[in-house]
């Protein structure tokens, strides 16, 4: 997915060269949508989704109480959106521009230079120097950009053109798929109108069903999926000798919003992590854990938002593997002796001190995971367990660890299944705060835990 919207947003970015998005104050804590004065008197779906999105941290307020609803967008909004709609790599340690026109001390800097380091934009001239951050985007281009991030303009060359006198004709194909597939709806006068500048509420909107699209299932409640009932296959091998995620399903658990049905999105990178890899992803909702429901997958991954009361012991004989991503969880299950307040935080590297496993993605020494200092989680297994990192200079706080099957847990109980712990409790800010290394060891560990023991 990520290779077709590279391709298709690049195609879209040079030929369009106004984008309107409008410019966000970033706030200071987590923002809900009571927060915003002009926002109160939505109606209550409307609500829920601009809370998702806000809670998120993909939208902030023009001020701390005005989110600005018709305010016109601007090229640096839609960097900011995209960026994190698409989970697109940040590098804040970045130093030179790449555009005159948008200096390091821009709010929208590192979004901007995501969009250009994964070839989504070579900016607004012809010559690529400038960026133009405030230019304004028309309806029409901003389904056309939807539609192509979406990986679906092969379906725009199908898609009977919309009859409506207000789009330009290269873009009837791209809206008529924003308006099937409910991204975009018309305008109160019967129109789409084509040519009109997109506003905040615009964006919000058609971002959230953008993102619904792009998640697929796994964006959906499920809190008691119905799983497969044959047998589980065993990992393909690709032709590089790697294990293959093709095709294996993950049952990954989450907390609930309070405000609605929805997942909380701290685990949504996680999910479009493991859906790149080929893993199939269904969502348990926390209070619906038991050792059944994971009957028929083959991976258990603990959500880092999981509320940990609901795990307990219960999954400590899963016959499946299974990542923690929380140290609570990790403690319960009677893998580490620590679990309470088991952090080391204002890290940015963990120190490798396996580099011949697997498990640390052919990293060595100290390799930083955080671009900025950000809580790191720990556990102590038995002395069992393979430790490939630990918080740096810290050798007893274990970061990555791991059990094979039939290894000893620190009660000295047999392991089912191989197990894993990752050391995450980014939430949302893994899209700001994690780094290119931080992803392979992620990718390591959730492709090793899932080959069979030699």
């Not at 970015?13 to 927060?35: N, Y």
């Not at 309070?258 to 992590?273: E, L």
């Not at 009361?309 to 004989?317: A, R």
């Not at 274990?398 to 290894?407: D, H, L, M, N, Q």
Request: net charge negative; hydrophobic share 40%.
């Amino acid at each position: 997915m990520r290779k077709i919207i590279a391709f298709v947003l690049c195609f879209f970015l040079l030929s369009f060269t106004v984008l309107p998005f409008a410019s966000v104050i970033a706030q200071e804590g987590v923002k809900t949508v009571e927060d915003f004065n002009d926002l109160k008197t939505l109606p209550q779906e409307t609500k829920a989704k601009f809370d998702e999105l806000i809670r998120g941290g993909v939208f902030s307020g023009l001020s701390e109480d005005t989110f600005g609803l018709d305010s016109k967008m601007d090229r640096a909004q839609f960097a900011k959106v995209a960026t994190l709609i698409f989970s697109l790599p940040m590098d804040k340690t970045l130093a030179k521009p790449s555009f005159t026109d948008l200096g390091t001390d821009h709010w929208s800097f590192t979004y901007v230079e995501a969009l250009k380091k994964a070839g989504l934009t070579n900016g607004y001239d012809s010559e690529g120097k400038m960026y133009n951050p405030s230019g304004e985007v028309s309806r029409q281009e901003l389904a056309a950009f939807l539609i192509r991030g979406l990986g679906l303009d092969e379906p725009v060359q199908k898609a009977v053109p919309v009859a409506d006198g207000t789009v330009d004709d290269w873009a009837k194909g791209y809206v008529t798929l924003a308006l099937e597939k409910n991204i975009m709806t018309k305008l109160d006068n019967g129109t789409f109108g084509g040519k009109t500048p997109a506003t905040r509420k615009m964006l919000v909107l058609a971002s959230y069903e953008a993102t619904k699209i792009l998640a697929g299932p796994a964006a959906s409640p499920l809190p008691s999926p119905t799983p497969a009932t044959t047998p589980t296959p065993e990992p393909n091998k690709e032709d590089s000798g790697k294990v293959s995620a093709k095709g294996k399903r993950v049952l990954m658990t989450s907390d609930v919003n309070t405000s609605n049905p929805d997942f909380r999105k701290d685990d949504n990178m996680v999910v479009n992590r493991l859906q790149s890899l080929g893993f199939e992803v269904d969502r348990l909702a926390s209070t619906k854990i038991t050792a059944e429901a994971f009957e028929g997958y083959d991976l258990a991954y603990i959500g880092w938002s999981t509320n940990p009361k609901y795990v307990k012991k219960k999954l400590k004989s899963l016959p499946i593997p299974i990542i923690y991503s929380h140290s609570r969880t990790m403690g319960d299950a009677d893998l580490s002796s620590v679990s309470e307040n088991a952090n080391a935080d204002m890290q940015t590297e963990i120190s490798i001190v396996k580099p011949d496993h697997p498990l640390a993605a052919g990293l060595s020494g100290d390799v930083q995971v955080h671009y900025e200092p950000y809580r790191l989680t720990y556990g102590v297994p038995s002395k069992d367990a393979i430790v490939v990192a630990t918080v740096k200079g810290e050798p007893n706080k274990a970061t990555i660890f791991a059990y094979e099957k039939g290894s000893k847990n620190i009660q000295g109980e047999t392991v089912p299944a191989r197990s894993a712990f990752f050391f995450t409790n980014l939430g949302t800010q893994m899209n700001d705060y994690a780094t290119d290394e931080f992803w392979k060891l992620f990718d390591a560990e959730a492709l090793w835990v899932i080959q069979n023991p030699e």
